[in-house]
């Protein structure tokens, strides 16, 4: 598939597709061909694309044309509202997730991560269920879609198990509609209607779905825009806690019977001479829920603090601090895949079906590239020999995630403007060393330059 790559390249991207069984997966899934070129073999020809650093176009102008097909079989083959490209992607990370759970202790804590991302789309005009979203990074309103993801994190390897892409829930922000030819009961219906759910609807129906597929957390753990008192008492309910960022707004906390915001909260607690974090106290909720509350000073400016609420009030201080730090790997994610990947501009045709599925792709590329990472940097993957006498892989520690809680600090006090991405290009740094060379070297300049 990567003809000005070496052979042993070419063969290592074999074995790989060998081992996470991709083909076995889009059977299951339902992704299958009548006649023609297997799917397979269509689904290779898109996932190699942003290694081999052309689009489509590109490389139907190449001397490779000949031997490939049409870009009709190619659209048809995104566009095909029938295929459980959901089921796909949830086989193969759970493929993934089983095998780096083999390689960690099962003390070790996993989190579920919920994030939201924006992915523009400001030059189209038909696009199917195109919006005008809300983007937190800008604090602006942009055409596009808001795509909801859910992963899972070791704090060491990060794998997408589900995403929602989201259009919007009012019909005055919706700029097209969803095409009236569809079967009701094809997958691409069902998840055009998910395009109209509220948040924490989708937020909930994104866990249940994970847990039926049979992956399993610790924590959830979610940013403050997710982080409200109806949403944490339904994940509560379903044995689920959370961990979160919260901000200072109009809810109360009850302490002592009184009604406190969260700044009243803050000024209760006893004065401390902790270097960092400046005290915690456990709390109840307006809709009588206990939490526990963790605030963190911020080093630049001794006024300033960060606010974090746990639903497990078992939890000692420092070890809420340091799970939430794991959150940091999902905005390493949409770096790589928005960067490097090419999610969101590789393809832009109007059909809701090919934003799902190259989505899908895109999400699977990530899966391969973290497969091979953990492959080449976890001693444990060397045999049975390496397993009982190497270290486990170095957990997110207590310094490092107070440092992104920092750097996560100064984003938010910079309202409405543009997004500080210091730290997320760190640890995006951190996440490209250790893919393996031959990776590496099919991209051009994989590097966290701004």
Known sequence: MLQQHSLSEQSRFSKLFANLQIGKTLRQAGISKSFGLSSLAIFQIVFSLVFEGKN????????????????????????????????????????????FESLISTQRVRVFIIDDSVLSRNRSKKAEL???????STGKFTKGY?????????????APLDFVMLSSAKITNRLCEMASNLSKRSHGYKRRLEAFSRKPDAVVALLERALR???TADYVLMDSWFTQAPLLRELAAKGLPVIGMVKEMKQRYLVHGKRMTLREVFQSLPASNAKDIKGSLIVHTACGLQVKLVFVRNRNKKREWLAILSTD?????AEIVRIYGMRWSIETFFKVTKSYLKLGTEFQGRSFDGLISHTTIVFSRYLAMEYERR???????LGGLFFL??????????????QQLMSLFLEMSQAKTKKNTTAIFCQLQEWISGLPSYIKGLFGDLSCES
Not at 86 to 95: D, E, G, K
Not at 375 to 381: A, E, H, M
């Open 56 to 99: 489509w176009f590109r490389l139907l102008e190449s001397d490779r044309a000949a031997d490939l097909p049409g870009k009709d079989v190619i659209y048809r083959f995104l566009n095909q509202a029938s295929f459980a490209w959901r089921r796909f992607l949830q086989a193969l990370s759970l493929r993934n997730v089983r095998h």
């Open 130 to 136: 195109l919006a005008r979203v809300f983007d937190h």
């Open 146 to 158: 808001t795509m909801l993801t859910l992963g899972w994190s070791d704090g060491f390897s990060f």
């Open 213 to 215: 597929a049979g992956f």
């Open 313 to 317: 009030v078992t939890l000692d201080a």
């Open 375 to 381: 492959q080449s940097s976890d001693d444990r993957t």
């Open 389 to 402: 006498f190497a270290d486990e892989v170095r957990d997110l520690d207590y310094q490092t995630a107070l």
